[in-house]
């Protein structure tokens, strides 16, 4: 492991805390008011959305998950049985499995999209980790912490997008480029996509959207009603995954 981990997250949450408020922040958050900070205090409440519209006219097109990868060392493996994903693709039909077999969305279907962590408002897979090696934020990212992870893969029984992955094999050896700067994992723990909570930490914005050549993905502050994010939920219908479950994804997609 390239960076102490522990030490990592703890560096990482003061940084959070020290840049909410800076400029680049609130280039972010937008230029509203926050509906419910609680305490009166200025917290966010991260969410991304994804423009199915726009993502597909680059069908084909890897760039976020590439992005992804490279600053966060995944690593690529072969064998679906050994993958480890933090943001991938998959069919519209098995990505939103309950919009049923209506005619109204006709033109995604067969369609490839996005999906990673929804960063849950209600993440079962917090309530059912035995040793707390994950937990959710005031600003709503669901952490992971390397270190007191025991891979008891309860997390990954959980939660309902197969969102987790299990690093059956050694990922070190298997990363392409290793990026100094974020801790390479372990076998035998559980890892998922971060929110790119260390690059927020600095003022920047998911290394996936930032890769995103037709601008498909936005990122900023649900709270806000001036946000990015608010305003594309408004200008659009949008939809989560499994909103019958009651989990509260923060990830949206423009249908
Ligand atoms: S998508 Fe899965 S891993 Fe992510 S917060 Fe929700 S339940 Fe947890
Ligand atoms: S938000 Fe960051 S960690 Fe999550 S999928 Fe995008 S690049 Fe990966």
């Given at each position: ?183 390479t994992r372990t076998r035998g723990v559980v890892e998922k996509c971060n929110f790119c909570e260390e690059r927020l930490a600095q003022g920047r914005g998911p290394a996936c959207v930032e890769a995103c050549r037709e601008r498909a993905l936005a990122f900023g502050d649900l709270r806000d009603p001036g946000s990015q994010v608010r305003e594309q939920l408004r200008s659009r219908h949008a939809m989560r995954r499994k909103p019958e479950l009651g989990t509260e994804p923060s990830v949206y997609y423009r249908a």
């Amino acid at each position: 492991m390239s960076v102490d981990r522990r030490a990592f997250l703890g560096a990482a949450g003061l940084c959070a805390l020290a840049v909410t408020g800076t400029r680049s922040l609130e280039a972010l958050a937008g230029t509203g008011r926050p509906e419910t900070a609680p305490q009166g205090r200025r917290v966010p409440r991260w969410g991304m959305v994804v423009d199915l519209r726009r993502c597909l006219q680059a069908d084909g097109c890897t760039d976020c998950i590439a992005a992804c990868e490279r600053a966060h060392n995944v690593p690529r493996l072969p064998s679906r049985a050994h993958e480890v994903k933090w943001i991938w693709r998959e069919p519209y039909e098995r990505a939103f499995a309950q919009r049923g077999s209506g005619y109204a969305d006709e033109a995604l279907r067969g369609k490839l999209v996005p999906v990673l962590c929804n960063h849950c408002d209600n993440p079962p897979c917090v309530r059912v980790c035995p040793v707390k090696a994950t937990w959710k934020r005031e600003d709503g990212i669901v952490m992971m912490d390397w270190h007191r992870c025991i891979g008891c893969r309860y997390c990954m029984a959980a939660c309902p997008y197969g969102a987790r992955s299990f690093n059956w094999l050694d990922p070190r050896p298997r990363v392409k480029e290793v990026n100094p700067d974020f801790p390479t994992r372990t076998r035998g723990v559980v890892e998922k996509c971060n929110f790119c909570e260390e690059r927020l930490a600095q003022g920047r914005g998911p290394a996936c959207v930032e890769a995103c050549r037709e601008r498909a993905l936005a990122f900023g502050d649900l709270r806000d009603p001036g946000s990015q994010v608010r305003e594309q939920l408004r200008s659009r219908h949008a939809m989560r995954r499994k909103p019958e479950l009651g989990t509260e994804p923060s990830v949206y997609y423009r249908a």
